[in-house]
């Protein structure tokens, strides 16, 4: 594999307690990888480790074929940029909150410009280099962190929930010129976000994160097809039909939530009407407590019961399971 | 009360040569103190702010005691080196203004150190972390910071400044009050009116508050500025 990045047995701690452990991460170069997890899971620990601002506790991180040792972080620190969360700009203009990582690197006064004002006008910026950085708004200063980072033309570039502040049209506008970044220079994107939506919309490879965990591919049920002419809110992936409420006017890829998916072994009178038999295929432990079982019906459906249900309705792998959900349920992406 | 006050306006509008005499030595020897603290205590604040070691309470500690010394306690220290008979004594700075310098200096390093150190410690925690992930190395971090950090870094300046032009006591122990030499503004009010000589320490009075004034007057425009 062209890898950016390749982690193996890497935890970080805070003194004693580990808040990251990731057996295994494998981060391929020039696309899209989405970290996936509620707030607190880890996903900002890891994109400090993977951003050189941290080492490991334990375990080995490998950086473009070339072993990440804490010696070089520093040095590894140039060849990546980080969005945070909450970006911090500097107490100057724009202009110079663009630049300075440029100054840091030691170009000249004119190239510095010149990058700046490109990196603004991928934001939507452009014309904003004189401003003052702290009277901006919410949204304008965390596209100004952004060009600060698009400036340096770093190999990887990680994002720390990159669009929280914007709008959902200028999201949409500043994913495209993302990916119009990536396409072009062939940049790693590391992407940490709680909106599995957006690491579709950017074709994102997907590894979840619960608890400090790690876990390769989609924390939901992600289901592509199209909707049925005809038959308002009605659904078909071509191996099954689900119904969607309210009814979308287009839909081409929806997704459920593995928690909202309830498991039988009979058929059940209830409001959900989506119901859906299959076998089960799959069943690991999912958290404390808690077990992630996959049903195969016609669709592989995602469902995450208490070890109390699972083993109260006696199910194991081979069996068959009713998997049921709300039309509410399903989401349009 | 009021003719003392005129008299000392007259001296001041009249460019009386002693009495600017007395303004230069007070000025240059309380900038050249504050000074020399701001360089070794920024520095001083900033590790502070940004390190922990074992002993930092206790420095800390030491350090807020050494806000509230007495100048006349910092003279008799420095008084007890730089004496004929003391450690330093070959070096011939008592009764100079360098001598003087040495004491206000450390008369205003922990004010430096202090305010430097509190400035830091109030700039946001993701200014760190954003200077880092750019990829400045140390000497570019620190230089950010205290850019960031400027105004707190001014305060702790124009503090120093204030303490050392302000003071009397170490003036006074280290500098003995020579005319012409190593006379302050300060140590001259104290003798002026002792003599019973108000006109001049008003004067000498007035122009302190002025300078005061100024300096702060300053800082607050500069933050108002940019705040």
Request: hydrophobic share 45%.
């Amino acid at each position: 594999m062209n890898g950016a990045y390749a982690l193996r047995d890497v935890g970080y701690a805070y003194g004693d307690r580990e808040v990251l452990a990731v057996d295994r991460l494998e981060i391929p170069s020039g696309r899209f990888t989405a970290l996936v997890g509620p707030n607190g899971s880890g996903k900002s620990t890891l994109l400090h480790l993977l951003g050189f601002l941290a080492a490991p506790s334990r375990g080995e991180m490998i950086f473009f074929g070339e072993p990440a040792t804490p010696s070089r972080l520093t040095a590894l620190r140039l060849r990546v940029g980080l969005l945070l969360q909450n970006p911090y700009l500097f107490h100057t203009s724009v202009a110079e909150n663009v630049a300075w990582g440029l100054k840091v690197r030691g170009y000249s006064p004119a190239e510095r410009s010149r990058r700046a004002k490109k990196a603004l006008d991928v934001v939507e910026l452009g014309g904003y280099e004189r401003r003052f950085a702290l009277a901006l708004s919410g949204g304008e200063a965390q596209r100004v962190a952004l060009a600060r980072l698009v400036a340096l033309e770093p190999e990887v570039i990680l994002l720390d929930e990159p669009t929280n502040h914007l709008d959902a049209e200028t999201r949409v506008r500043i994913e495209a010129a993302l990916q119009e970044w990536v396409r072009e220079r062939g940049t790693t994107v590391v992407l940490a976000t709680h909106d599995i939506t957006q690491a579709h919309r950017l074709g994102a490879a997907v590894w979840q994160l619960d608890s400090g965990r790690l876990r390769e591919g989609e924390p939901d049920n992600v289901f592509r097809g199209r909707l049925v002419a005809g038959e308002p809110g009605t659904f078909d992936t071509g191996k099954l039909r689900l119904r969607v409420s309210p009814p979308p006017e287009r839909a081409t890829c929806l997704r459920v939530s593995a928690r909202e998916v309830i498991l039988s072994r009979e058929p059940q009178v209830t409001s959900a009407l989506n119901s859906l038999r299959g076998t089960v295929v799959r069943a690991e432990v999912a958290g404390p407590g808690e077990i992630r079982a996959t049903i195969d019906c016609g669709e592989q459906v995602v469902a995450v019961v208490t070890l109390e249900s699972w083993e109260r309705l006696g199910l194991t792998v081979g069996r068959e399971a009713i998997a049921s959900f709300k039309a509410t349920s399903v989401k349009v992406l | 009360m009021a003719s003392s006050l005129v008299s000392a306006w007259q001296l001041l509008w009249d460019f009386d040569p002693d009495v600017y005499f007395v303004v230069w030595t007070s000025l240059k020897i309380s900038a050249a103190g504050a000074f020399l603290a701001a360089v070794a205590g920024i520095p001083a604040g900033m590790t502070l702010a940004l390190t922990r070691f074992r002993g930092r309470g206790l420095v800390l500690l030491l350090l807020n005691t050494a806000l509230a010394l007495p100048t006349v306690v910092i003279g008799l220290f420095v008084y007890a080196f730089i004496s004929r008979r003391g450690p330093l004594g070959h070096l011939g700075l008592l009764f100079t203004p360098a001598g003087v310098v040495v004491g206000e200096l450390l008369l205003a390093l922990p004010i430096a150190v202090h305010y430097s150190l509190s400035a830091i410690q109030a700039l946001d925690p993701r200014l760190f972390l954003t200077i880092r992930s750019l990829g400045a190395n140390r000497w570019q971090e620190a230089r950010k910071i205290l850019s960031e950090g400027r105004f707190g870094i001014m305060a702790a300046v124009v503090a120093s400044f204030g303490r050392t032009i302000a003071e009397v006591g170490v003036a006074m122990m280290l500098g003995g009050n020579i005319e012409g030499f190593t006379r302050t503004m300060t140590t001259a009010i104290a003798l002026e009116t002792s003599k019973g000589e108000f006109e001049l320490g008003l004067a000498l009075g007035i122009f302190l508050l002025t300078v005061a004034f100024a300096v702060n007057a300053g800082l607050y425009v500069l933050q108002r500025s940019r705040g």
